[in-house]
C-alpha cells in the first residue's frame, strides 16, 4: 500500500512519468487480452519430432532414415506451450510394422500422419508432414568381409623417415547391401589422406569411403605411421670379395672403407648391416694399376645417402 502511494504521488508530481505509467498500463492490458484470444484458438505451428529407429539386430538399412519430421500441427494455443516447455515427442518407428518383407521399409503419408498423431496430443491436428512418405532400402543378409585398401600419401621432413610400415587398427570390414552389390565388392578406400613435412609419427582416424547401396561396418579405422630423425652416421666396413674362383684368394689394400650414411634414431645402436663388396668377375686384369672398383651391396631400408670412401682399392692375387 505504502509503494502504491509512492507511485501515485509521483506521478501527479511529474507528467512525464504519468504518461509511461499509463503507456505501461495499456501494454499489460493488450497482451493480456491478445493472449486471452490467441491461447483459446486454434494456432496453426510447424514442430520438428524427432525419429528413431527400431531394428533387428541383423537387418541394415542401406539409405538414410531423417533424424526429424517437420510436422505442422493446428491446436489450441494454450496446448502449444507444452510443446515449447516440454521435451519433444519423439517418434519411434518398428521395423516389423512397416517392411514389407522384399528389402524395403515403407511408410505413406497416411501412416506417418497416424503414427505421429500417437505421440502428440490427441486433440491436435496434423495438417502436413515432410517428407511425406519414408522408404528405405535394408538388407538381412550377412555381411561380406573385404580388404581394406589405405589411401594414403605420407612425406616426412627431409631430415625424417618414415621408419616402418604403416600401422591399421584392422585390416578388413564388413559390407552389408544386397546379393548382387555384394558380388561387385572385393575391397573398400578410405578417405584420401596427404600429410607432408612430418616431424612426429602419425596417428589418425579415416574414415571408409562410402558405397552407394551398401553400408560399411566399422565406418573408421586408425592408422600410425611411424616417422623417426635422421641422424648421420660414419663407420668402417670390411670389404667382401665375391664370385673369386675356388683356389683363389683376392687380397685387398686397404681391406675396408668408411662408410657414411644417416640412420633413424632408434637404429643408432645397431650393427649398420650394410655391406661393401669387390666382384672378382669385375677385375680387369689387362690394366697395369691393379686396382679394382668398390661397389655397395646390401642396404637395410631404414638407411638414406649412403656413401662410402675410398671408391676402389688395390689388390693382389694369391692361388693356391
Do not use: C
Amino acid at each position: 500500500m505504502k509503494l502504491w502511494n509512492r507511485l501515485r504521488d509521483h506521478m501527479n508530481e511529474s507528467p512525464r512519468t504519468r504518461s509511461i505509467f499509463l503507456y505501461v498500463g495499456f501494454v499489460v492490458i493488450s497482451a493480456v487480452f491478445w493472449s486471452f484470444l490467441t491461447f483459446n484458438r486454434d494456432v496453426q505451428l510447424d514442430i520438428e519430432v524427432p525419429v528413431e529407429m527400431s531394428l533387428p539386430s541383423n537387418v541394415h538399412l542401406l539409405s538414410k532414415v531423417p533424424d526429424t519430421l517437420t510436422v505442422t500441427v493446428r491446436d489450441r494455443g494454450y496446448r502449444f506451450l507444452s510443446y515449447l516447455f516440454d521435451k519433444s515427442p519423439k517418434l519411434t518407428l518398428r521395423f516389423s510394422d512397416y517392411s514389407d518383407g522384399n528389402s524395403m521399409f515403407k511408410i505413406d503419408q497416411s501412416h506417418l500422419k497416424r503414427a505421429i498423431a500417437n505421440v502428440l496430443n490427441k486433440r491436435a491436428t496434423i495438417v502436413n508432414v515432410l517428407p511425406e512418405a519414408i522408404n528405405v532400402k535394408y538388407t538381412d543378409l550377412p555381411g561380406k568381409k573385404v580388404p581394406i585398401k589405405a589411401d594414403i600419401i605420407v612425406e616426412p621432413r627431409e631430415d625424417y623417415t618414415q621408419f616402418g610400415v604403416l600401422i591399421q587398427s584392422q585390416d578388413s570390414v564388413l559390407v552389408f547391401s544386397d546379393a548382387k552389390t555384394l558380388n561387385e565388392i572385393n575391397e573398400v578406400y578410405t578417405y584420401h589422406v596427404e600429410e607432408k613435412e612430418l616431424t612426429d609419427t602419425l596417428r589418425r582416424k579415416i574414415s571408409i569411403a562410402p558405397i552407394n547401396g551398401a553400408v560399411v561396418e566399422p565406418r573408421a579405422i586408425d592408422i600410425v605411421v611411424p616417422i623417426e630423425k635422421l641422424k648421420q652416421q660414419t663407420r668402417s666396413v670390411k670389404i667382401v670379395v665375391r664370385n673369386a674362383p675356388p683356389g683363389v684368394k683376392m687380397l685387398l689394400f686397404p681391406g675396408d672403407v668408411e662408410v657414411t650414411y644417416r640412420s633413424p634414431v632408434s637404429r643408432i645402436k645397431d650393427d649398420s648391416g650394410i655391406t661393401v663388396v669387390v666382384d672378382y668377375n669385375s677385375v680387369d686384369f689387362s690394366s697395369p694399376n691393379n686396382k679394382v672398383k668398390v661397389m655397395i651391396g646390401e642396404v637395410p631400408a631404414a638407411y638414406q645417402d649412403v656413401k662410402f670412401t675410398p671408391d676402389s682399392v688395390e689388390y693382389i692375387i694369391e692361388k693356391h
